[in-house]
């Protein structure tokens, strides 16, 4: 008998959980059944009427009115400014007014409640806004100003909580609202302090906003600069190394890099600069934009000069400051920095019209000429009468002599004979003075003749 108590004990438990499963599931059901309707009017794509399940929010309805294509006749008003803070919601005979935008960034969930049966929102459009520039949390990457719907009795510190906050580096005892004075274009300058406004909302700093205010909450100069400057080749330990930009010196950063490896060129070592204050040359820009046949000869030589030189190669007295310590060759780093270090040549450069140019190897015994034999001799096409040496330490182009001293790195150039073409423009130009010269005297000594 027990044993029949114990099964009609299990059969009614489990029989009860399964009623208790179908009325939760029925029930489920019977909710998702449930939809409201909603209508969505103003400024939005689609206006009209939608269903809801009663967990949405008013943002998803707008956002619906947004997205769906007009697949029945209803008007479709494009409005690209529509309102986040200024939206209406009717609601029975109630009339709530909504700030969206404090949801979306402040996260306040009242500002975007759940919908009802029969809820109708309006969506206006923007009529009022103010700008905000400079250290704000929220700033886009083009440092364009950042445009956010004023709202009636806004404050500053309402348009900077919806601006995410400030950066750590705003100067917050210098903020400027400047405000158009009336229907004009004249503005005037206001200047608050945020430190009291942060301390104390209600403080009188904390003004009201008007249409169009501009605001500017500028950054402590040089706030945590992250300057850095970086150290290539022959380095103890070459890489990345922060600096205080135009106070740390280059001395200092060597000799926290470990100083020079015994391989290292310090007389071809130098530092290249991207500063555009140091990189300035209006005379080379102008000549840029200038055609080759307007150039005079000496302009047209500083140009083809300075496209072939390194660009912002800044000092080169690495020995001198590294071997004797002398300050005077010291210079203070700036953001960007790159110092090189090579390594020692143990080669000649031949270039140019030679048999086989190339690298030979260095021999402090022989001139230009004997190297120049090592390379095959001449081409038939060599211009003997203006060989160069290309010096690898200063860049400096010589004419060579048998006792000439070649050093490592250095370049034996060989150039091409240039052909007539050439020179044909300045025959011209020499031809035409000297046929002008010459009908000058002729007038002149005719002009005088007494016959």
Not at 73 to 94: C, F, G, M, Q, W
Not at 239 to 245: H, K, L, M, V
Not at 279 to 304: A, C, G, N, V
Request: proline share 4%; with cysteine; aromatic share 10%.
């Amino acid at each position: 008998m027990k044993n029949i108590y114990k099964v009609v004990l299990v059969m009614t438990i489990v029989f009860s959980s399964i009623c208790l499963f179908a009325q939760e599931n029925i029930s489920q059901q019977y909710t998702n059944n449930i939809m409201y309707n909603v209508s969505v009017v103003g400024a939005v794509k689609n206006p009209g009427v939608y269903p809801f399940l009663p967990t949405s929010r008013v943002s998803e309805a707008i956002k619906l009115a947004n997205t769906l294509l007009d697949t029945i006749n209803i008007p479709i008003h494009v409005v690209s400014n529509a309102s986040k803070r200024n939206i209406t919601l009717k609601r029975n005979d109630e009339i709530i007014k909504l700030d969206l935008l404090k949801f979306l960034v402040l996260g306040e969930e009242n500002s975007n409640p759940y919908l009802k049966d029969g809820d109708i929102i309006i969506v206006p459009v923007i009529k009022e806004q103010v700008q905000i520039f400079g250290a704000i949390a929220n700033r886009n990457e083009e440092e364009l100003p950042n445009y956010i719907e004023l709202k009636k009795g806004d404050r500053i510190s309402d348009i900077i909580k919806l601006s995410m906050g400030i950066l750590p580096g705003a100067d917050n005892q210098n903020i400027e609202i400047v405000r158009f004075i009336g229907n004009s274009s004249l503005t005037e300058s206001i200047n608050v302090n945020l430190n009291l406004i942060m301390n104390d909302p209600e403080s009188k700093e904390n003004i009201i906003l008007q249409n169009d205010d501009r605001i500017y909450i500028r950054e402590i100069l040089e706030y945590h600069d992250k300057s850095f400057i970086t150290l290539i080749g022959e380095i103890a330990y070459e890489g990345t190394y922060a600096i205080e930009n135009n106070k740390t010196t280059l001395l200092q950063i060597i000799t926290k890099a470990g100083g020079p490896t015994e391989d290292a060129d310090l007389f071809n070592a130098y530092l290249q600069r991207i500063s555009k204050e140091d990189l300035r040359d209006p005379e080379y820009q102008q000549l840029r934009k200038t055609r080759d046949e307007d150039m005079s000869h000496l302009e047209y030589r500083y140009m083809r000069n300075r496209l072939t030189e390194p660009n912002g190669v800044f000092v080169k007295n690495f020995d001198t400051l590294w071997n004797n310590k002398e300050i005077e060759y010291d210079i203070n780093l700036k953001d960007g920095d790159v110092i090189y270090f090579p390594a020692k040549a143990v080669a000649i450069k031949i270039s140019g019209e030679v048999a086989n140019p190339g690298l030979f190897n260095y021999d402090i015994e022989l001139n230009y000429l004997e190297y120049i034999e090592f390379a095959g001799g001449f081409t038939g096409k060599a211009w003997k009468g203006k060989i160069k040496i290309i010096r690898a330490k200063t860049g400096e182009w010589i004419n060579p002599n048998k006792n000439t001293k070649l050093n490592p790195g250095d370049t034996i150039f060989i150039p091409r004979k240039e052909r007539f073409s050439y020179y044909w423009p300045y025959i011209q130009e020499t031809i035409a003075f000297i046929t002008g010269l010459a009908t000058s005297i002729i007038v002149i000594r005719s002009l005088m003749s007494p016959n």
